[in-house]
């Protein structure tokens, strides 16, 4: 092949390149309703998917508008979409999908068609099996470098206080007036003046944190350490699991703190005299 050829071929290639329509990865959804959660009443026609991430949701012409190359795809015309919806402290389905089964072992375990099961370590155990080095062993055990029996994720979940059914969760004064906990605030299983030391090897090393915090006083504990780590740089998710009692001032701190907060609230009903 001469050289004229060469870069005539060479220029064609580049020019349809060029000339690809743009969106043409693109893959667009329809369904019978879709509904993106972003609102009351909020629904819309399709969702423009690129790569397995969403591009866009809205009206099928304005999509089609946008990326012009896109594919459509009807498989759901007639089924309603919405966002996946992520069990975030999974007591119930775990329960089911072991109680299922004459012996089941945590791991491996058998689980339903299409759902995957993900690990968060846990700091105690992290602490007693790796000292120091624990941060970097959950690094290691999100990049693969060390083997794990599910994925891992970039988390750590620690416990500040005890739990609702063993009256053990850390209440203010005057702490439980009836039941085994009688005369008690219950216990921290994180001195509350330790949390934010505890906490931030993890934070250093790039890792989001979920805090068991149930009662009223260990909120104010948990909320104090994250103002700090917050005041370090901290801009990972910080997750309190299952936070049963709470103010209404400690509700406006933890959006202030950008908390997320997984509530449990039934349990607050369903061990009150008065409920």
């Known amino acids: 092949m001469s050289m004229r050829c060469l870069w005539f071929a060479t220029a064609c290639l580049c020019l349809a390149a060029c000339t690809e329509p743009p969106g043409s990865a693109v893959t667009i959804y329809t369904a019978d309703e879709i509904i993106p959660m972003t609102g009351e009443g909020v629904t819309a026609e399709a969702v423009a998917v690129e ?3 969403i591009q866009d949701v809205g009206e099928l012409e304005v999509l089609r ?16 979409m919405l966002p996946g919806l992520i069990d975030p402290h999974m007591h119930v389905l775990l329960g089911g999908m072991l109680y299922a089964h004459p012996f089941a072992p945590p791991w491996p375990m058998a689980t339903p068609d299409g ?8 700091f105690r155990a992290l602490q007693q099996a790796f000292g120091s080095d624990a941060p970097q062993v959950v690094r290691d055990l999100v990049s693969g470098v060390r083997p794990a029996p599910a994925p891992v994720l970039p988390r750590v979940k620690f416990f500040a206080d005890g739990a609702f059914y063993s009256q053990t969760m ?33 934070t250093q090393a790039g890792l989001s ?35 049963g009692l709470f ?29």
């Open 51 to 53: 790569g397995g991430i």
């Open 65 to 80: 508008a946008r990326f012009p190359g896109a594919a459509i795809d009807e498989t759901f015309r007639e089924l309603t």
């Open 115 to 122: 759902f995957r099961l993900y690990l968060v370590p846990e």
């Open 170 to 202: 850390r209440l203010s004064p005057p702490g439980y007036l009836a039941g085994q906990s009688r005369g008690s605030l219950g216990l921290w299983v994180i001195p509350e003046s330790e949390i934010a030391a505890t906490v931030r090897p993890y």
């Open 209 to 243: 944190v979920h805090i068991h915090s149930n009662g009223d006083a260990a909120q104010t504990a948990t909320l104090d350490a994250l103002a700090e780590l917050r005041a370090d740089g901290f801009t990972g998710d910080f997750v309190i699991e299952h936070g």
């Open 247 to 275: 103010s209404p001032q400690q509700v406006r701190r933890a959006g202030e703190l950008q908390t997320m907060v997984s509530a449990a609230r039934v349990f607050s009903a369903a061990r009150s005299s008065s409920a």
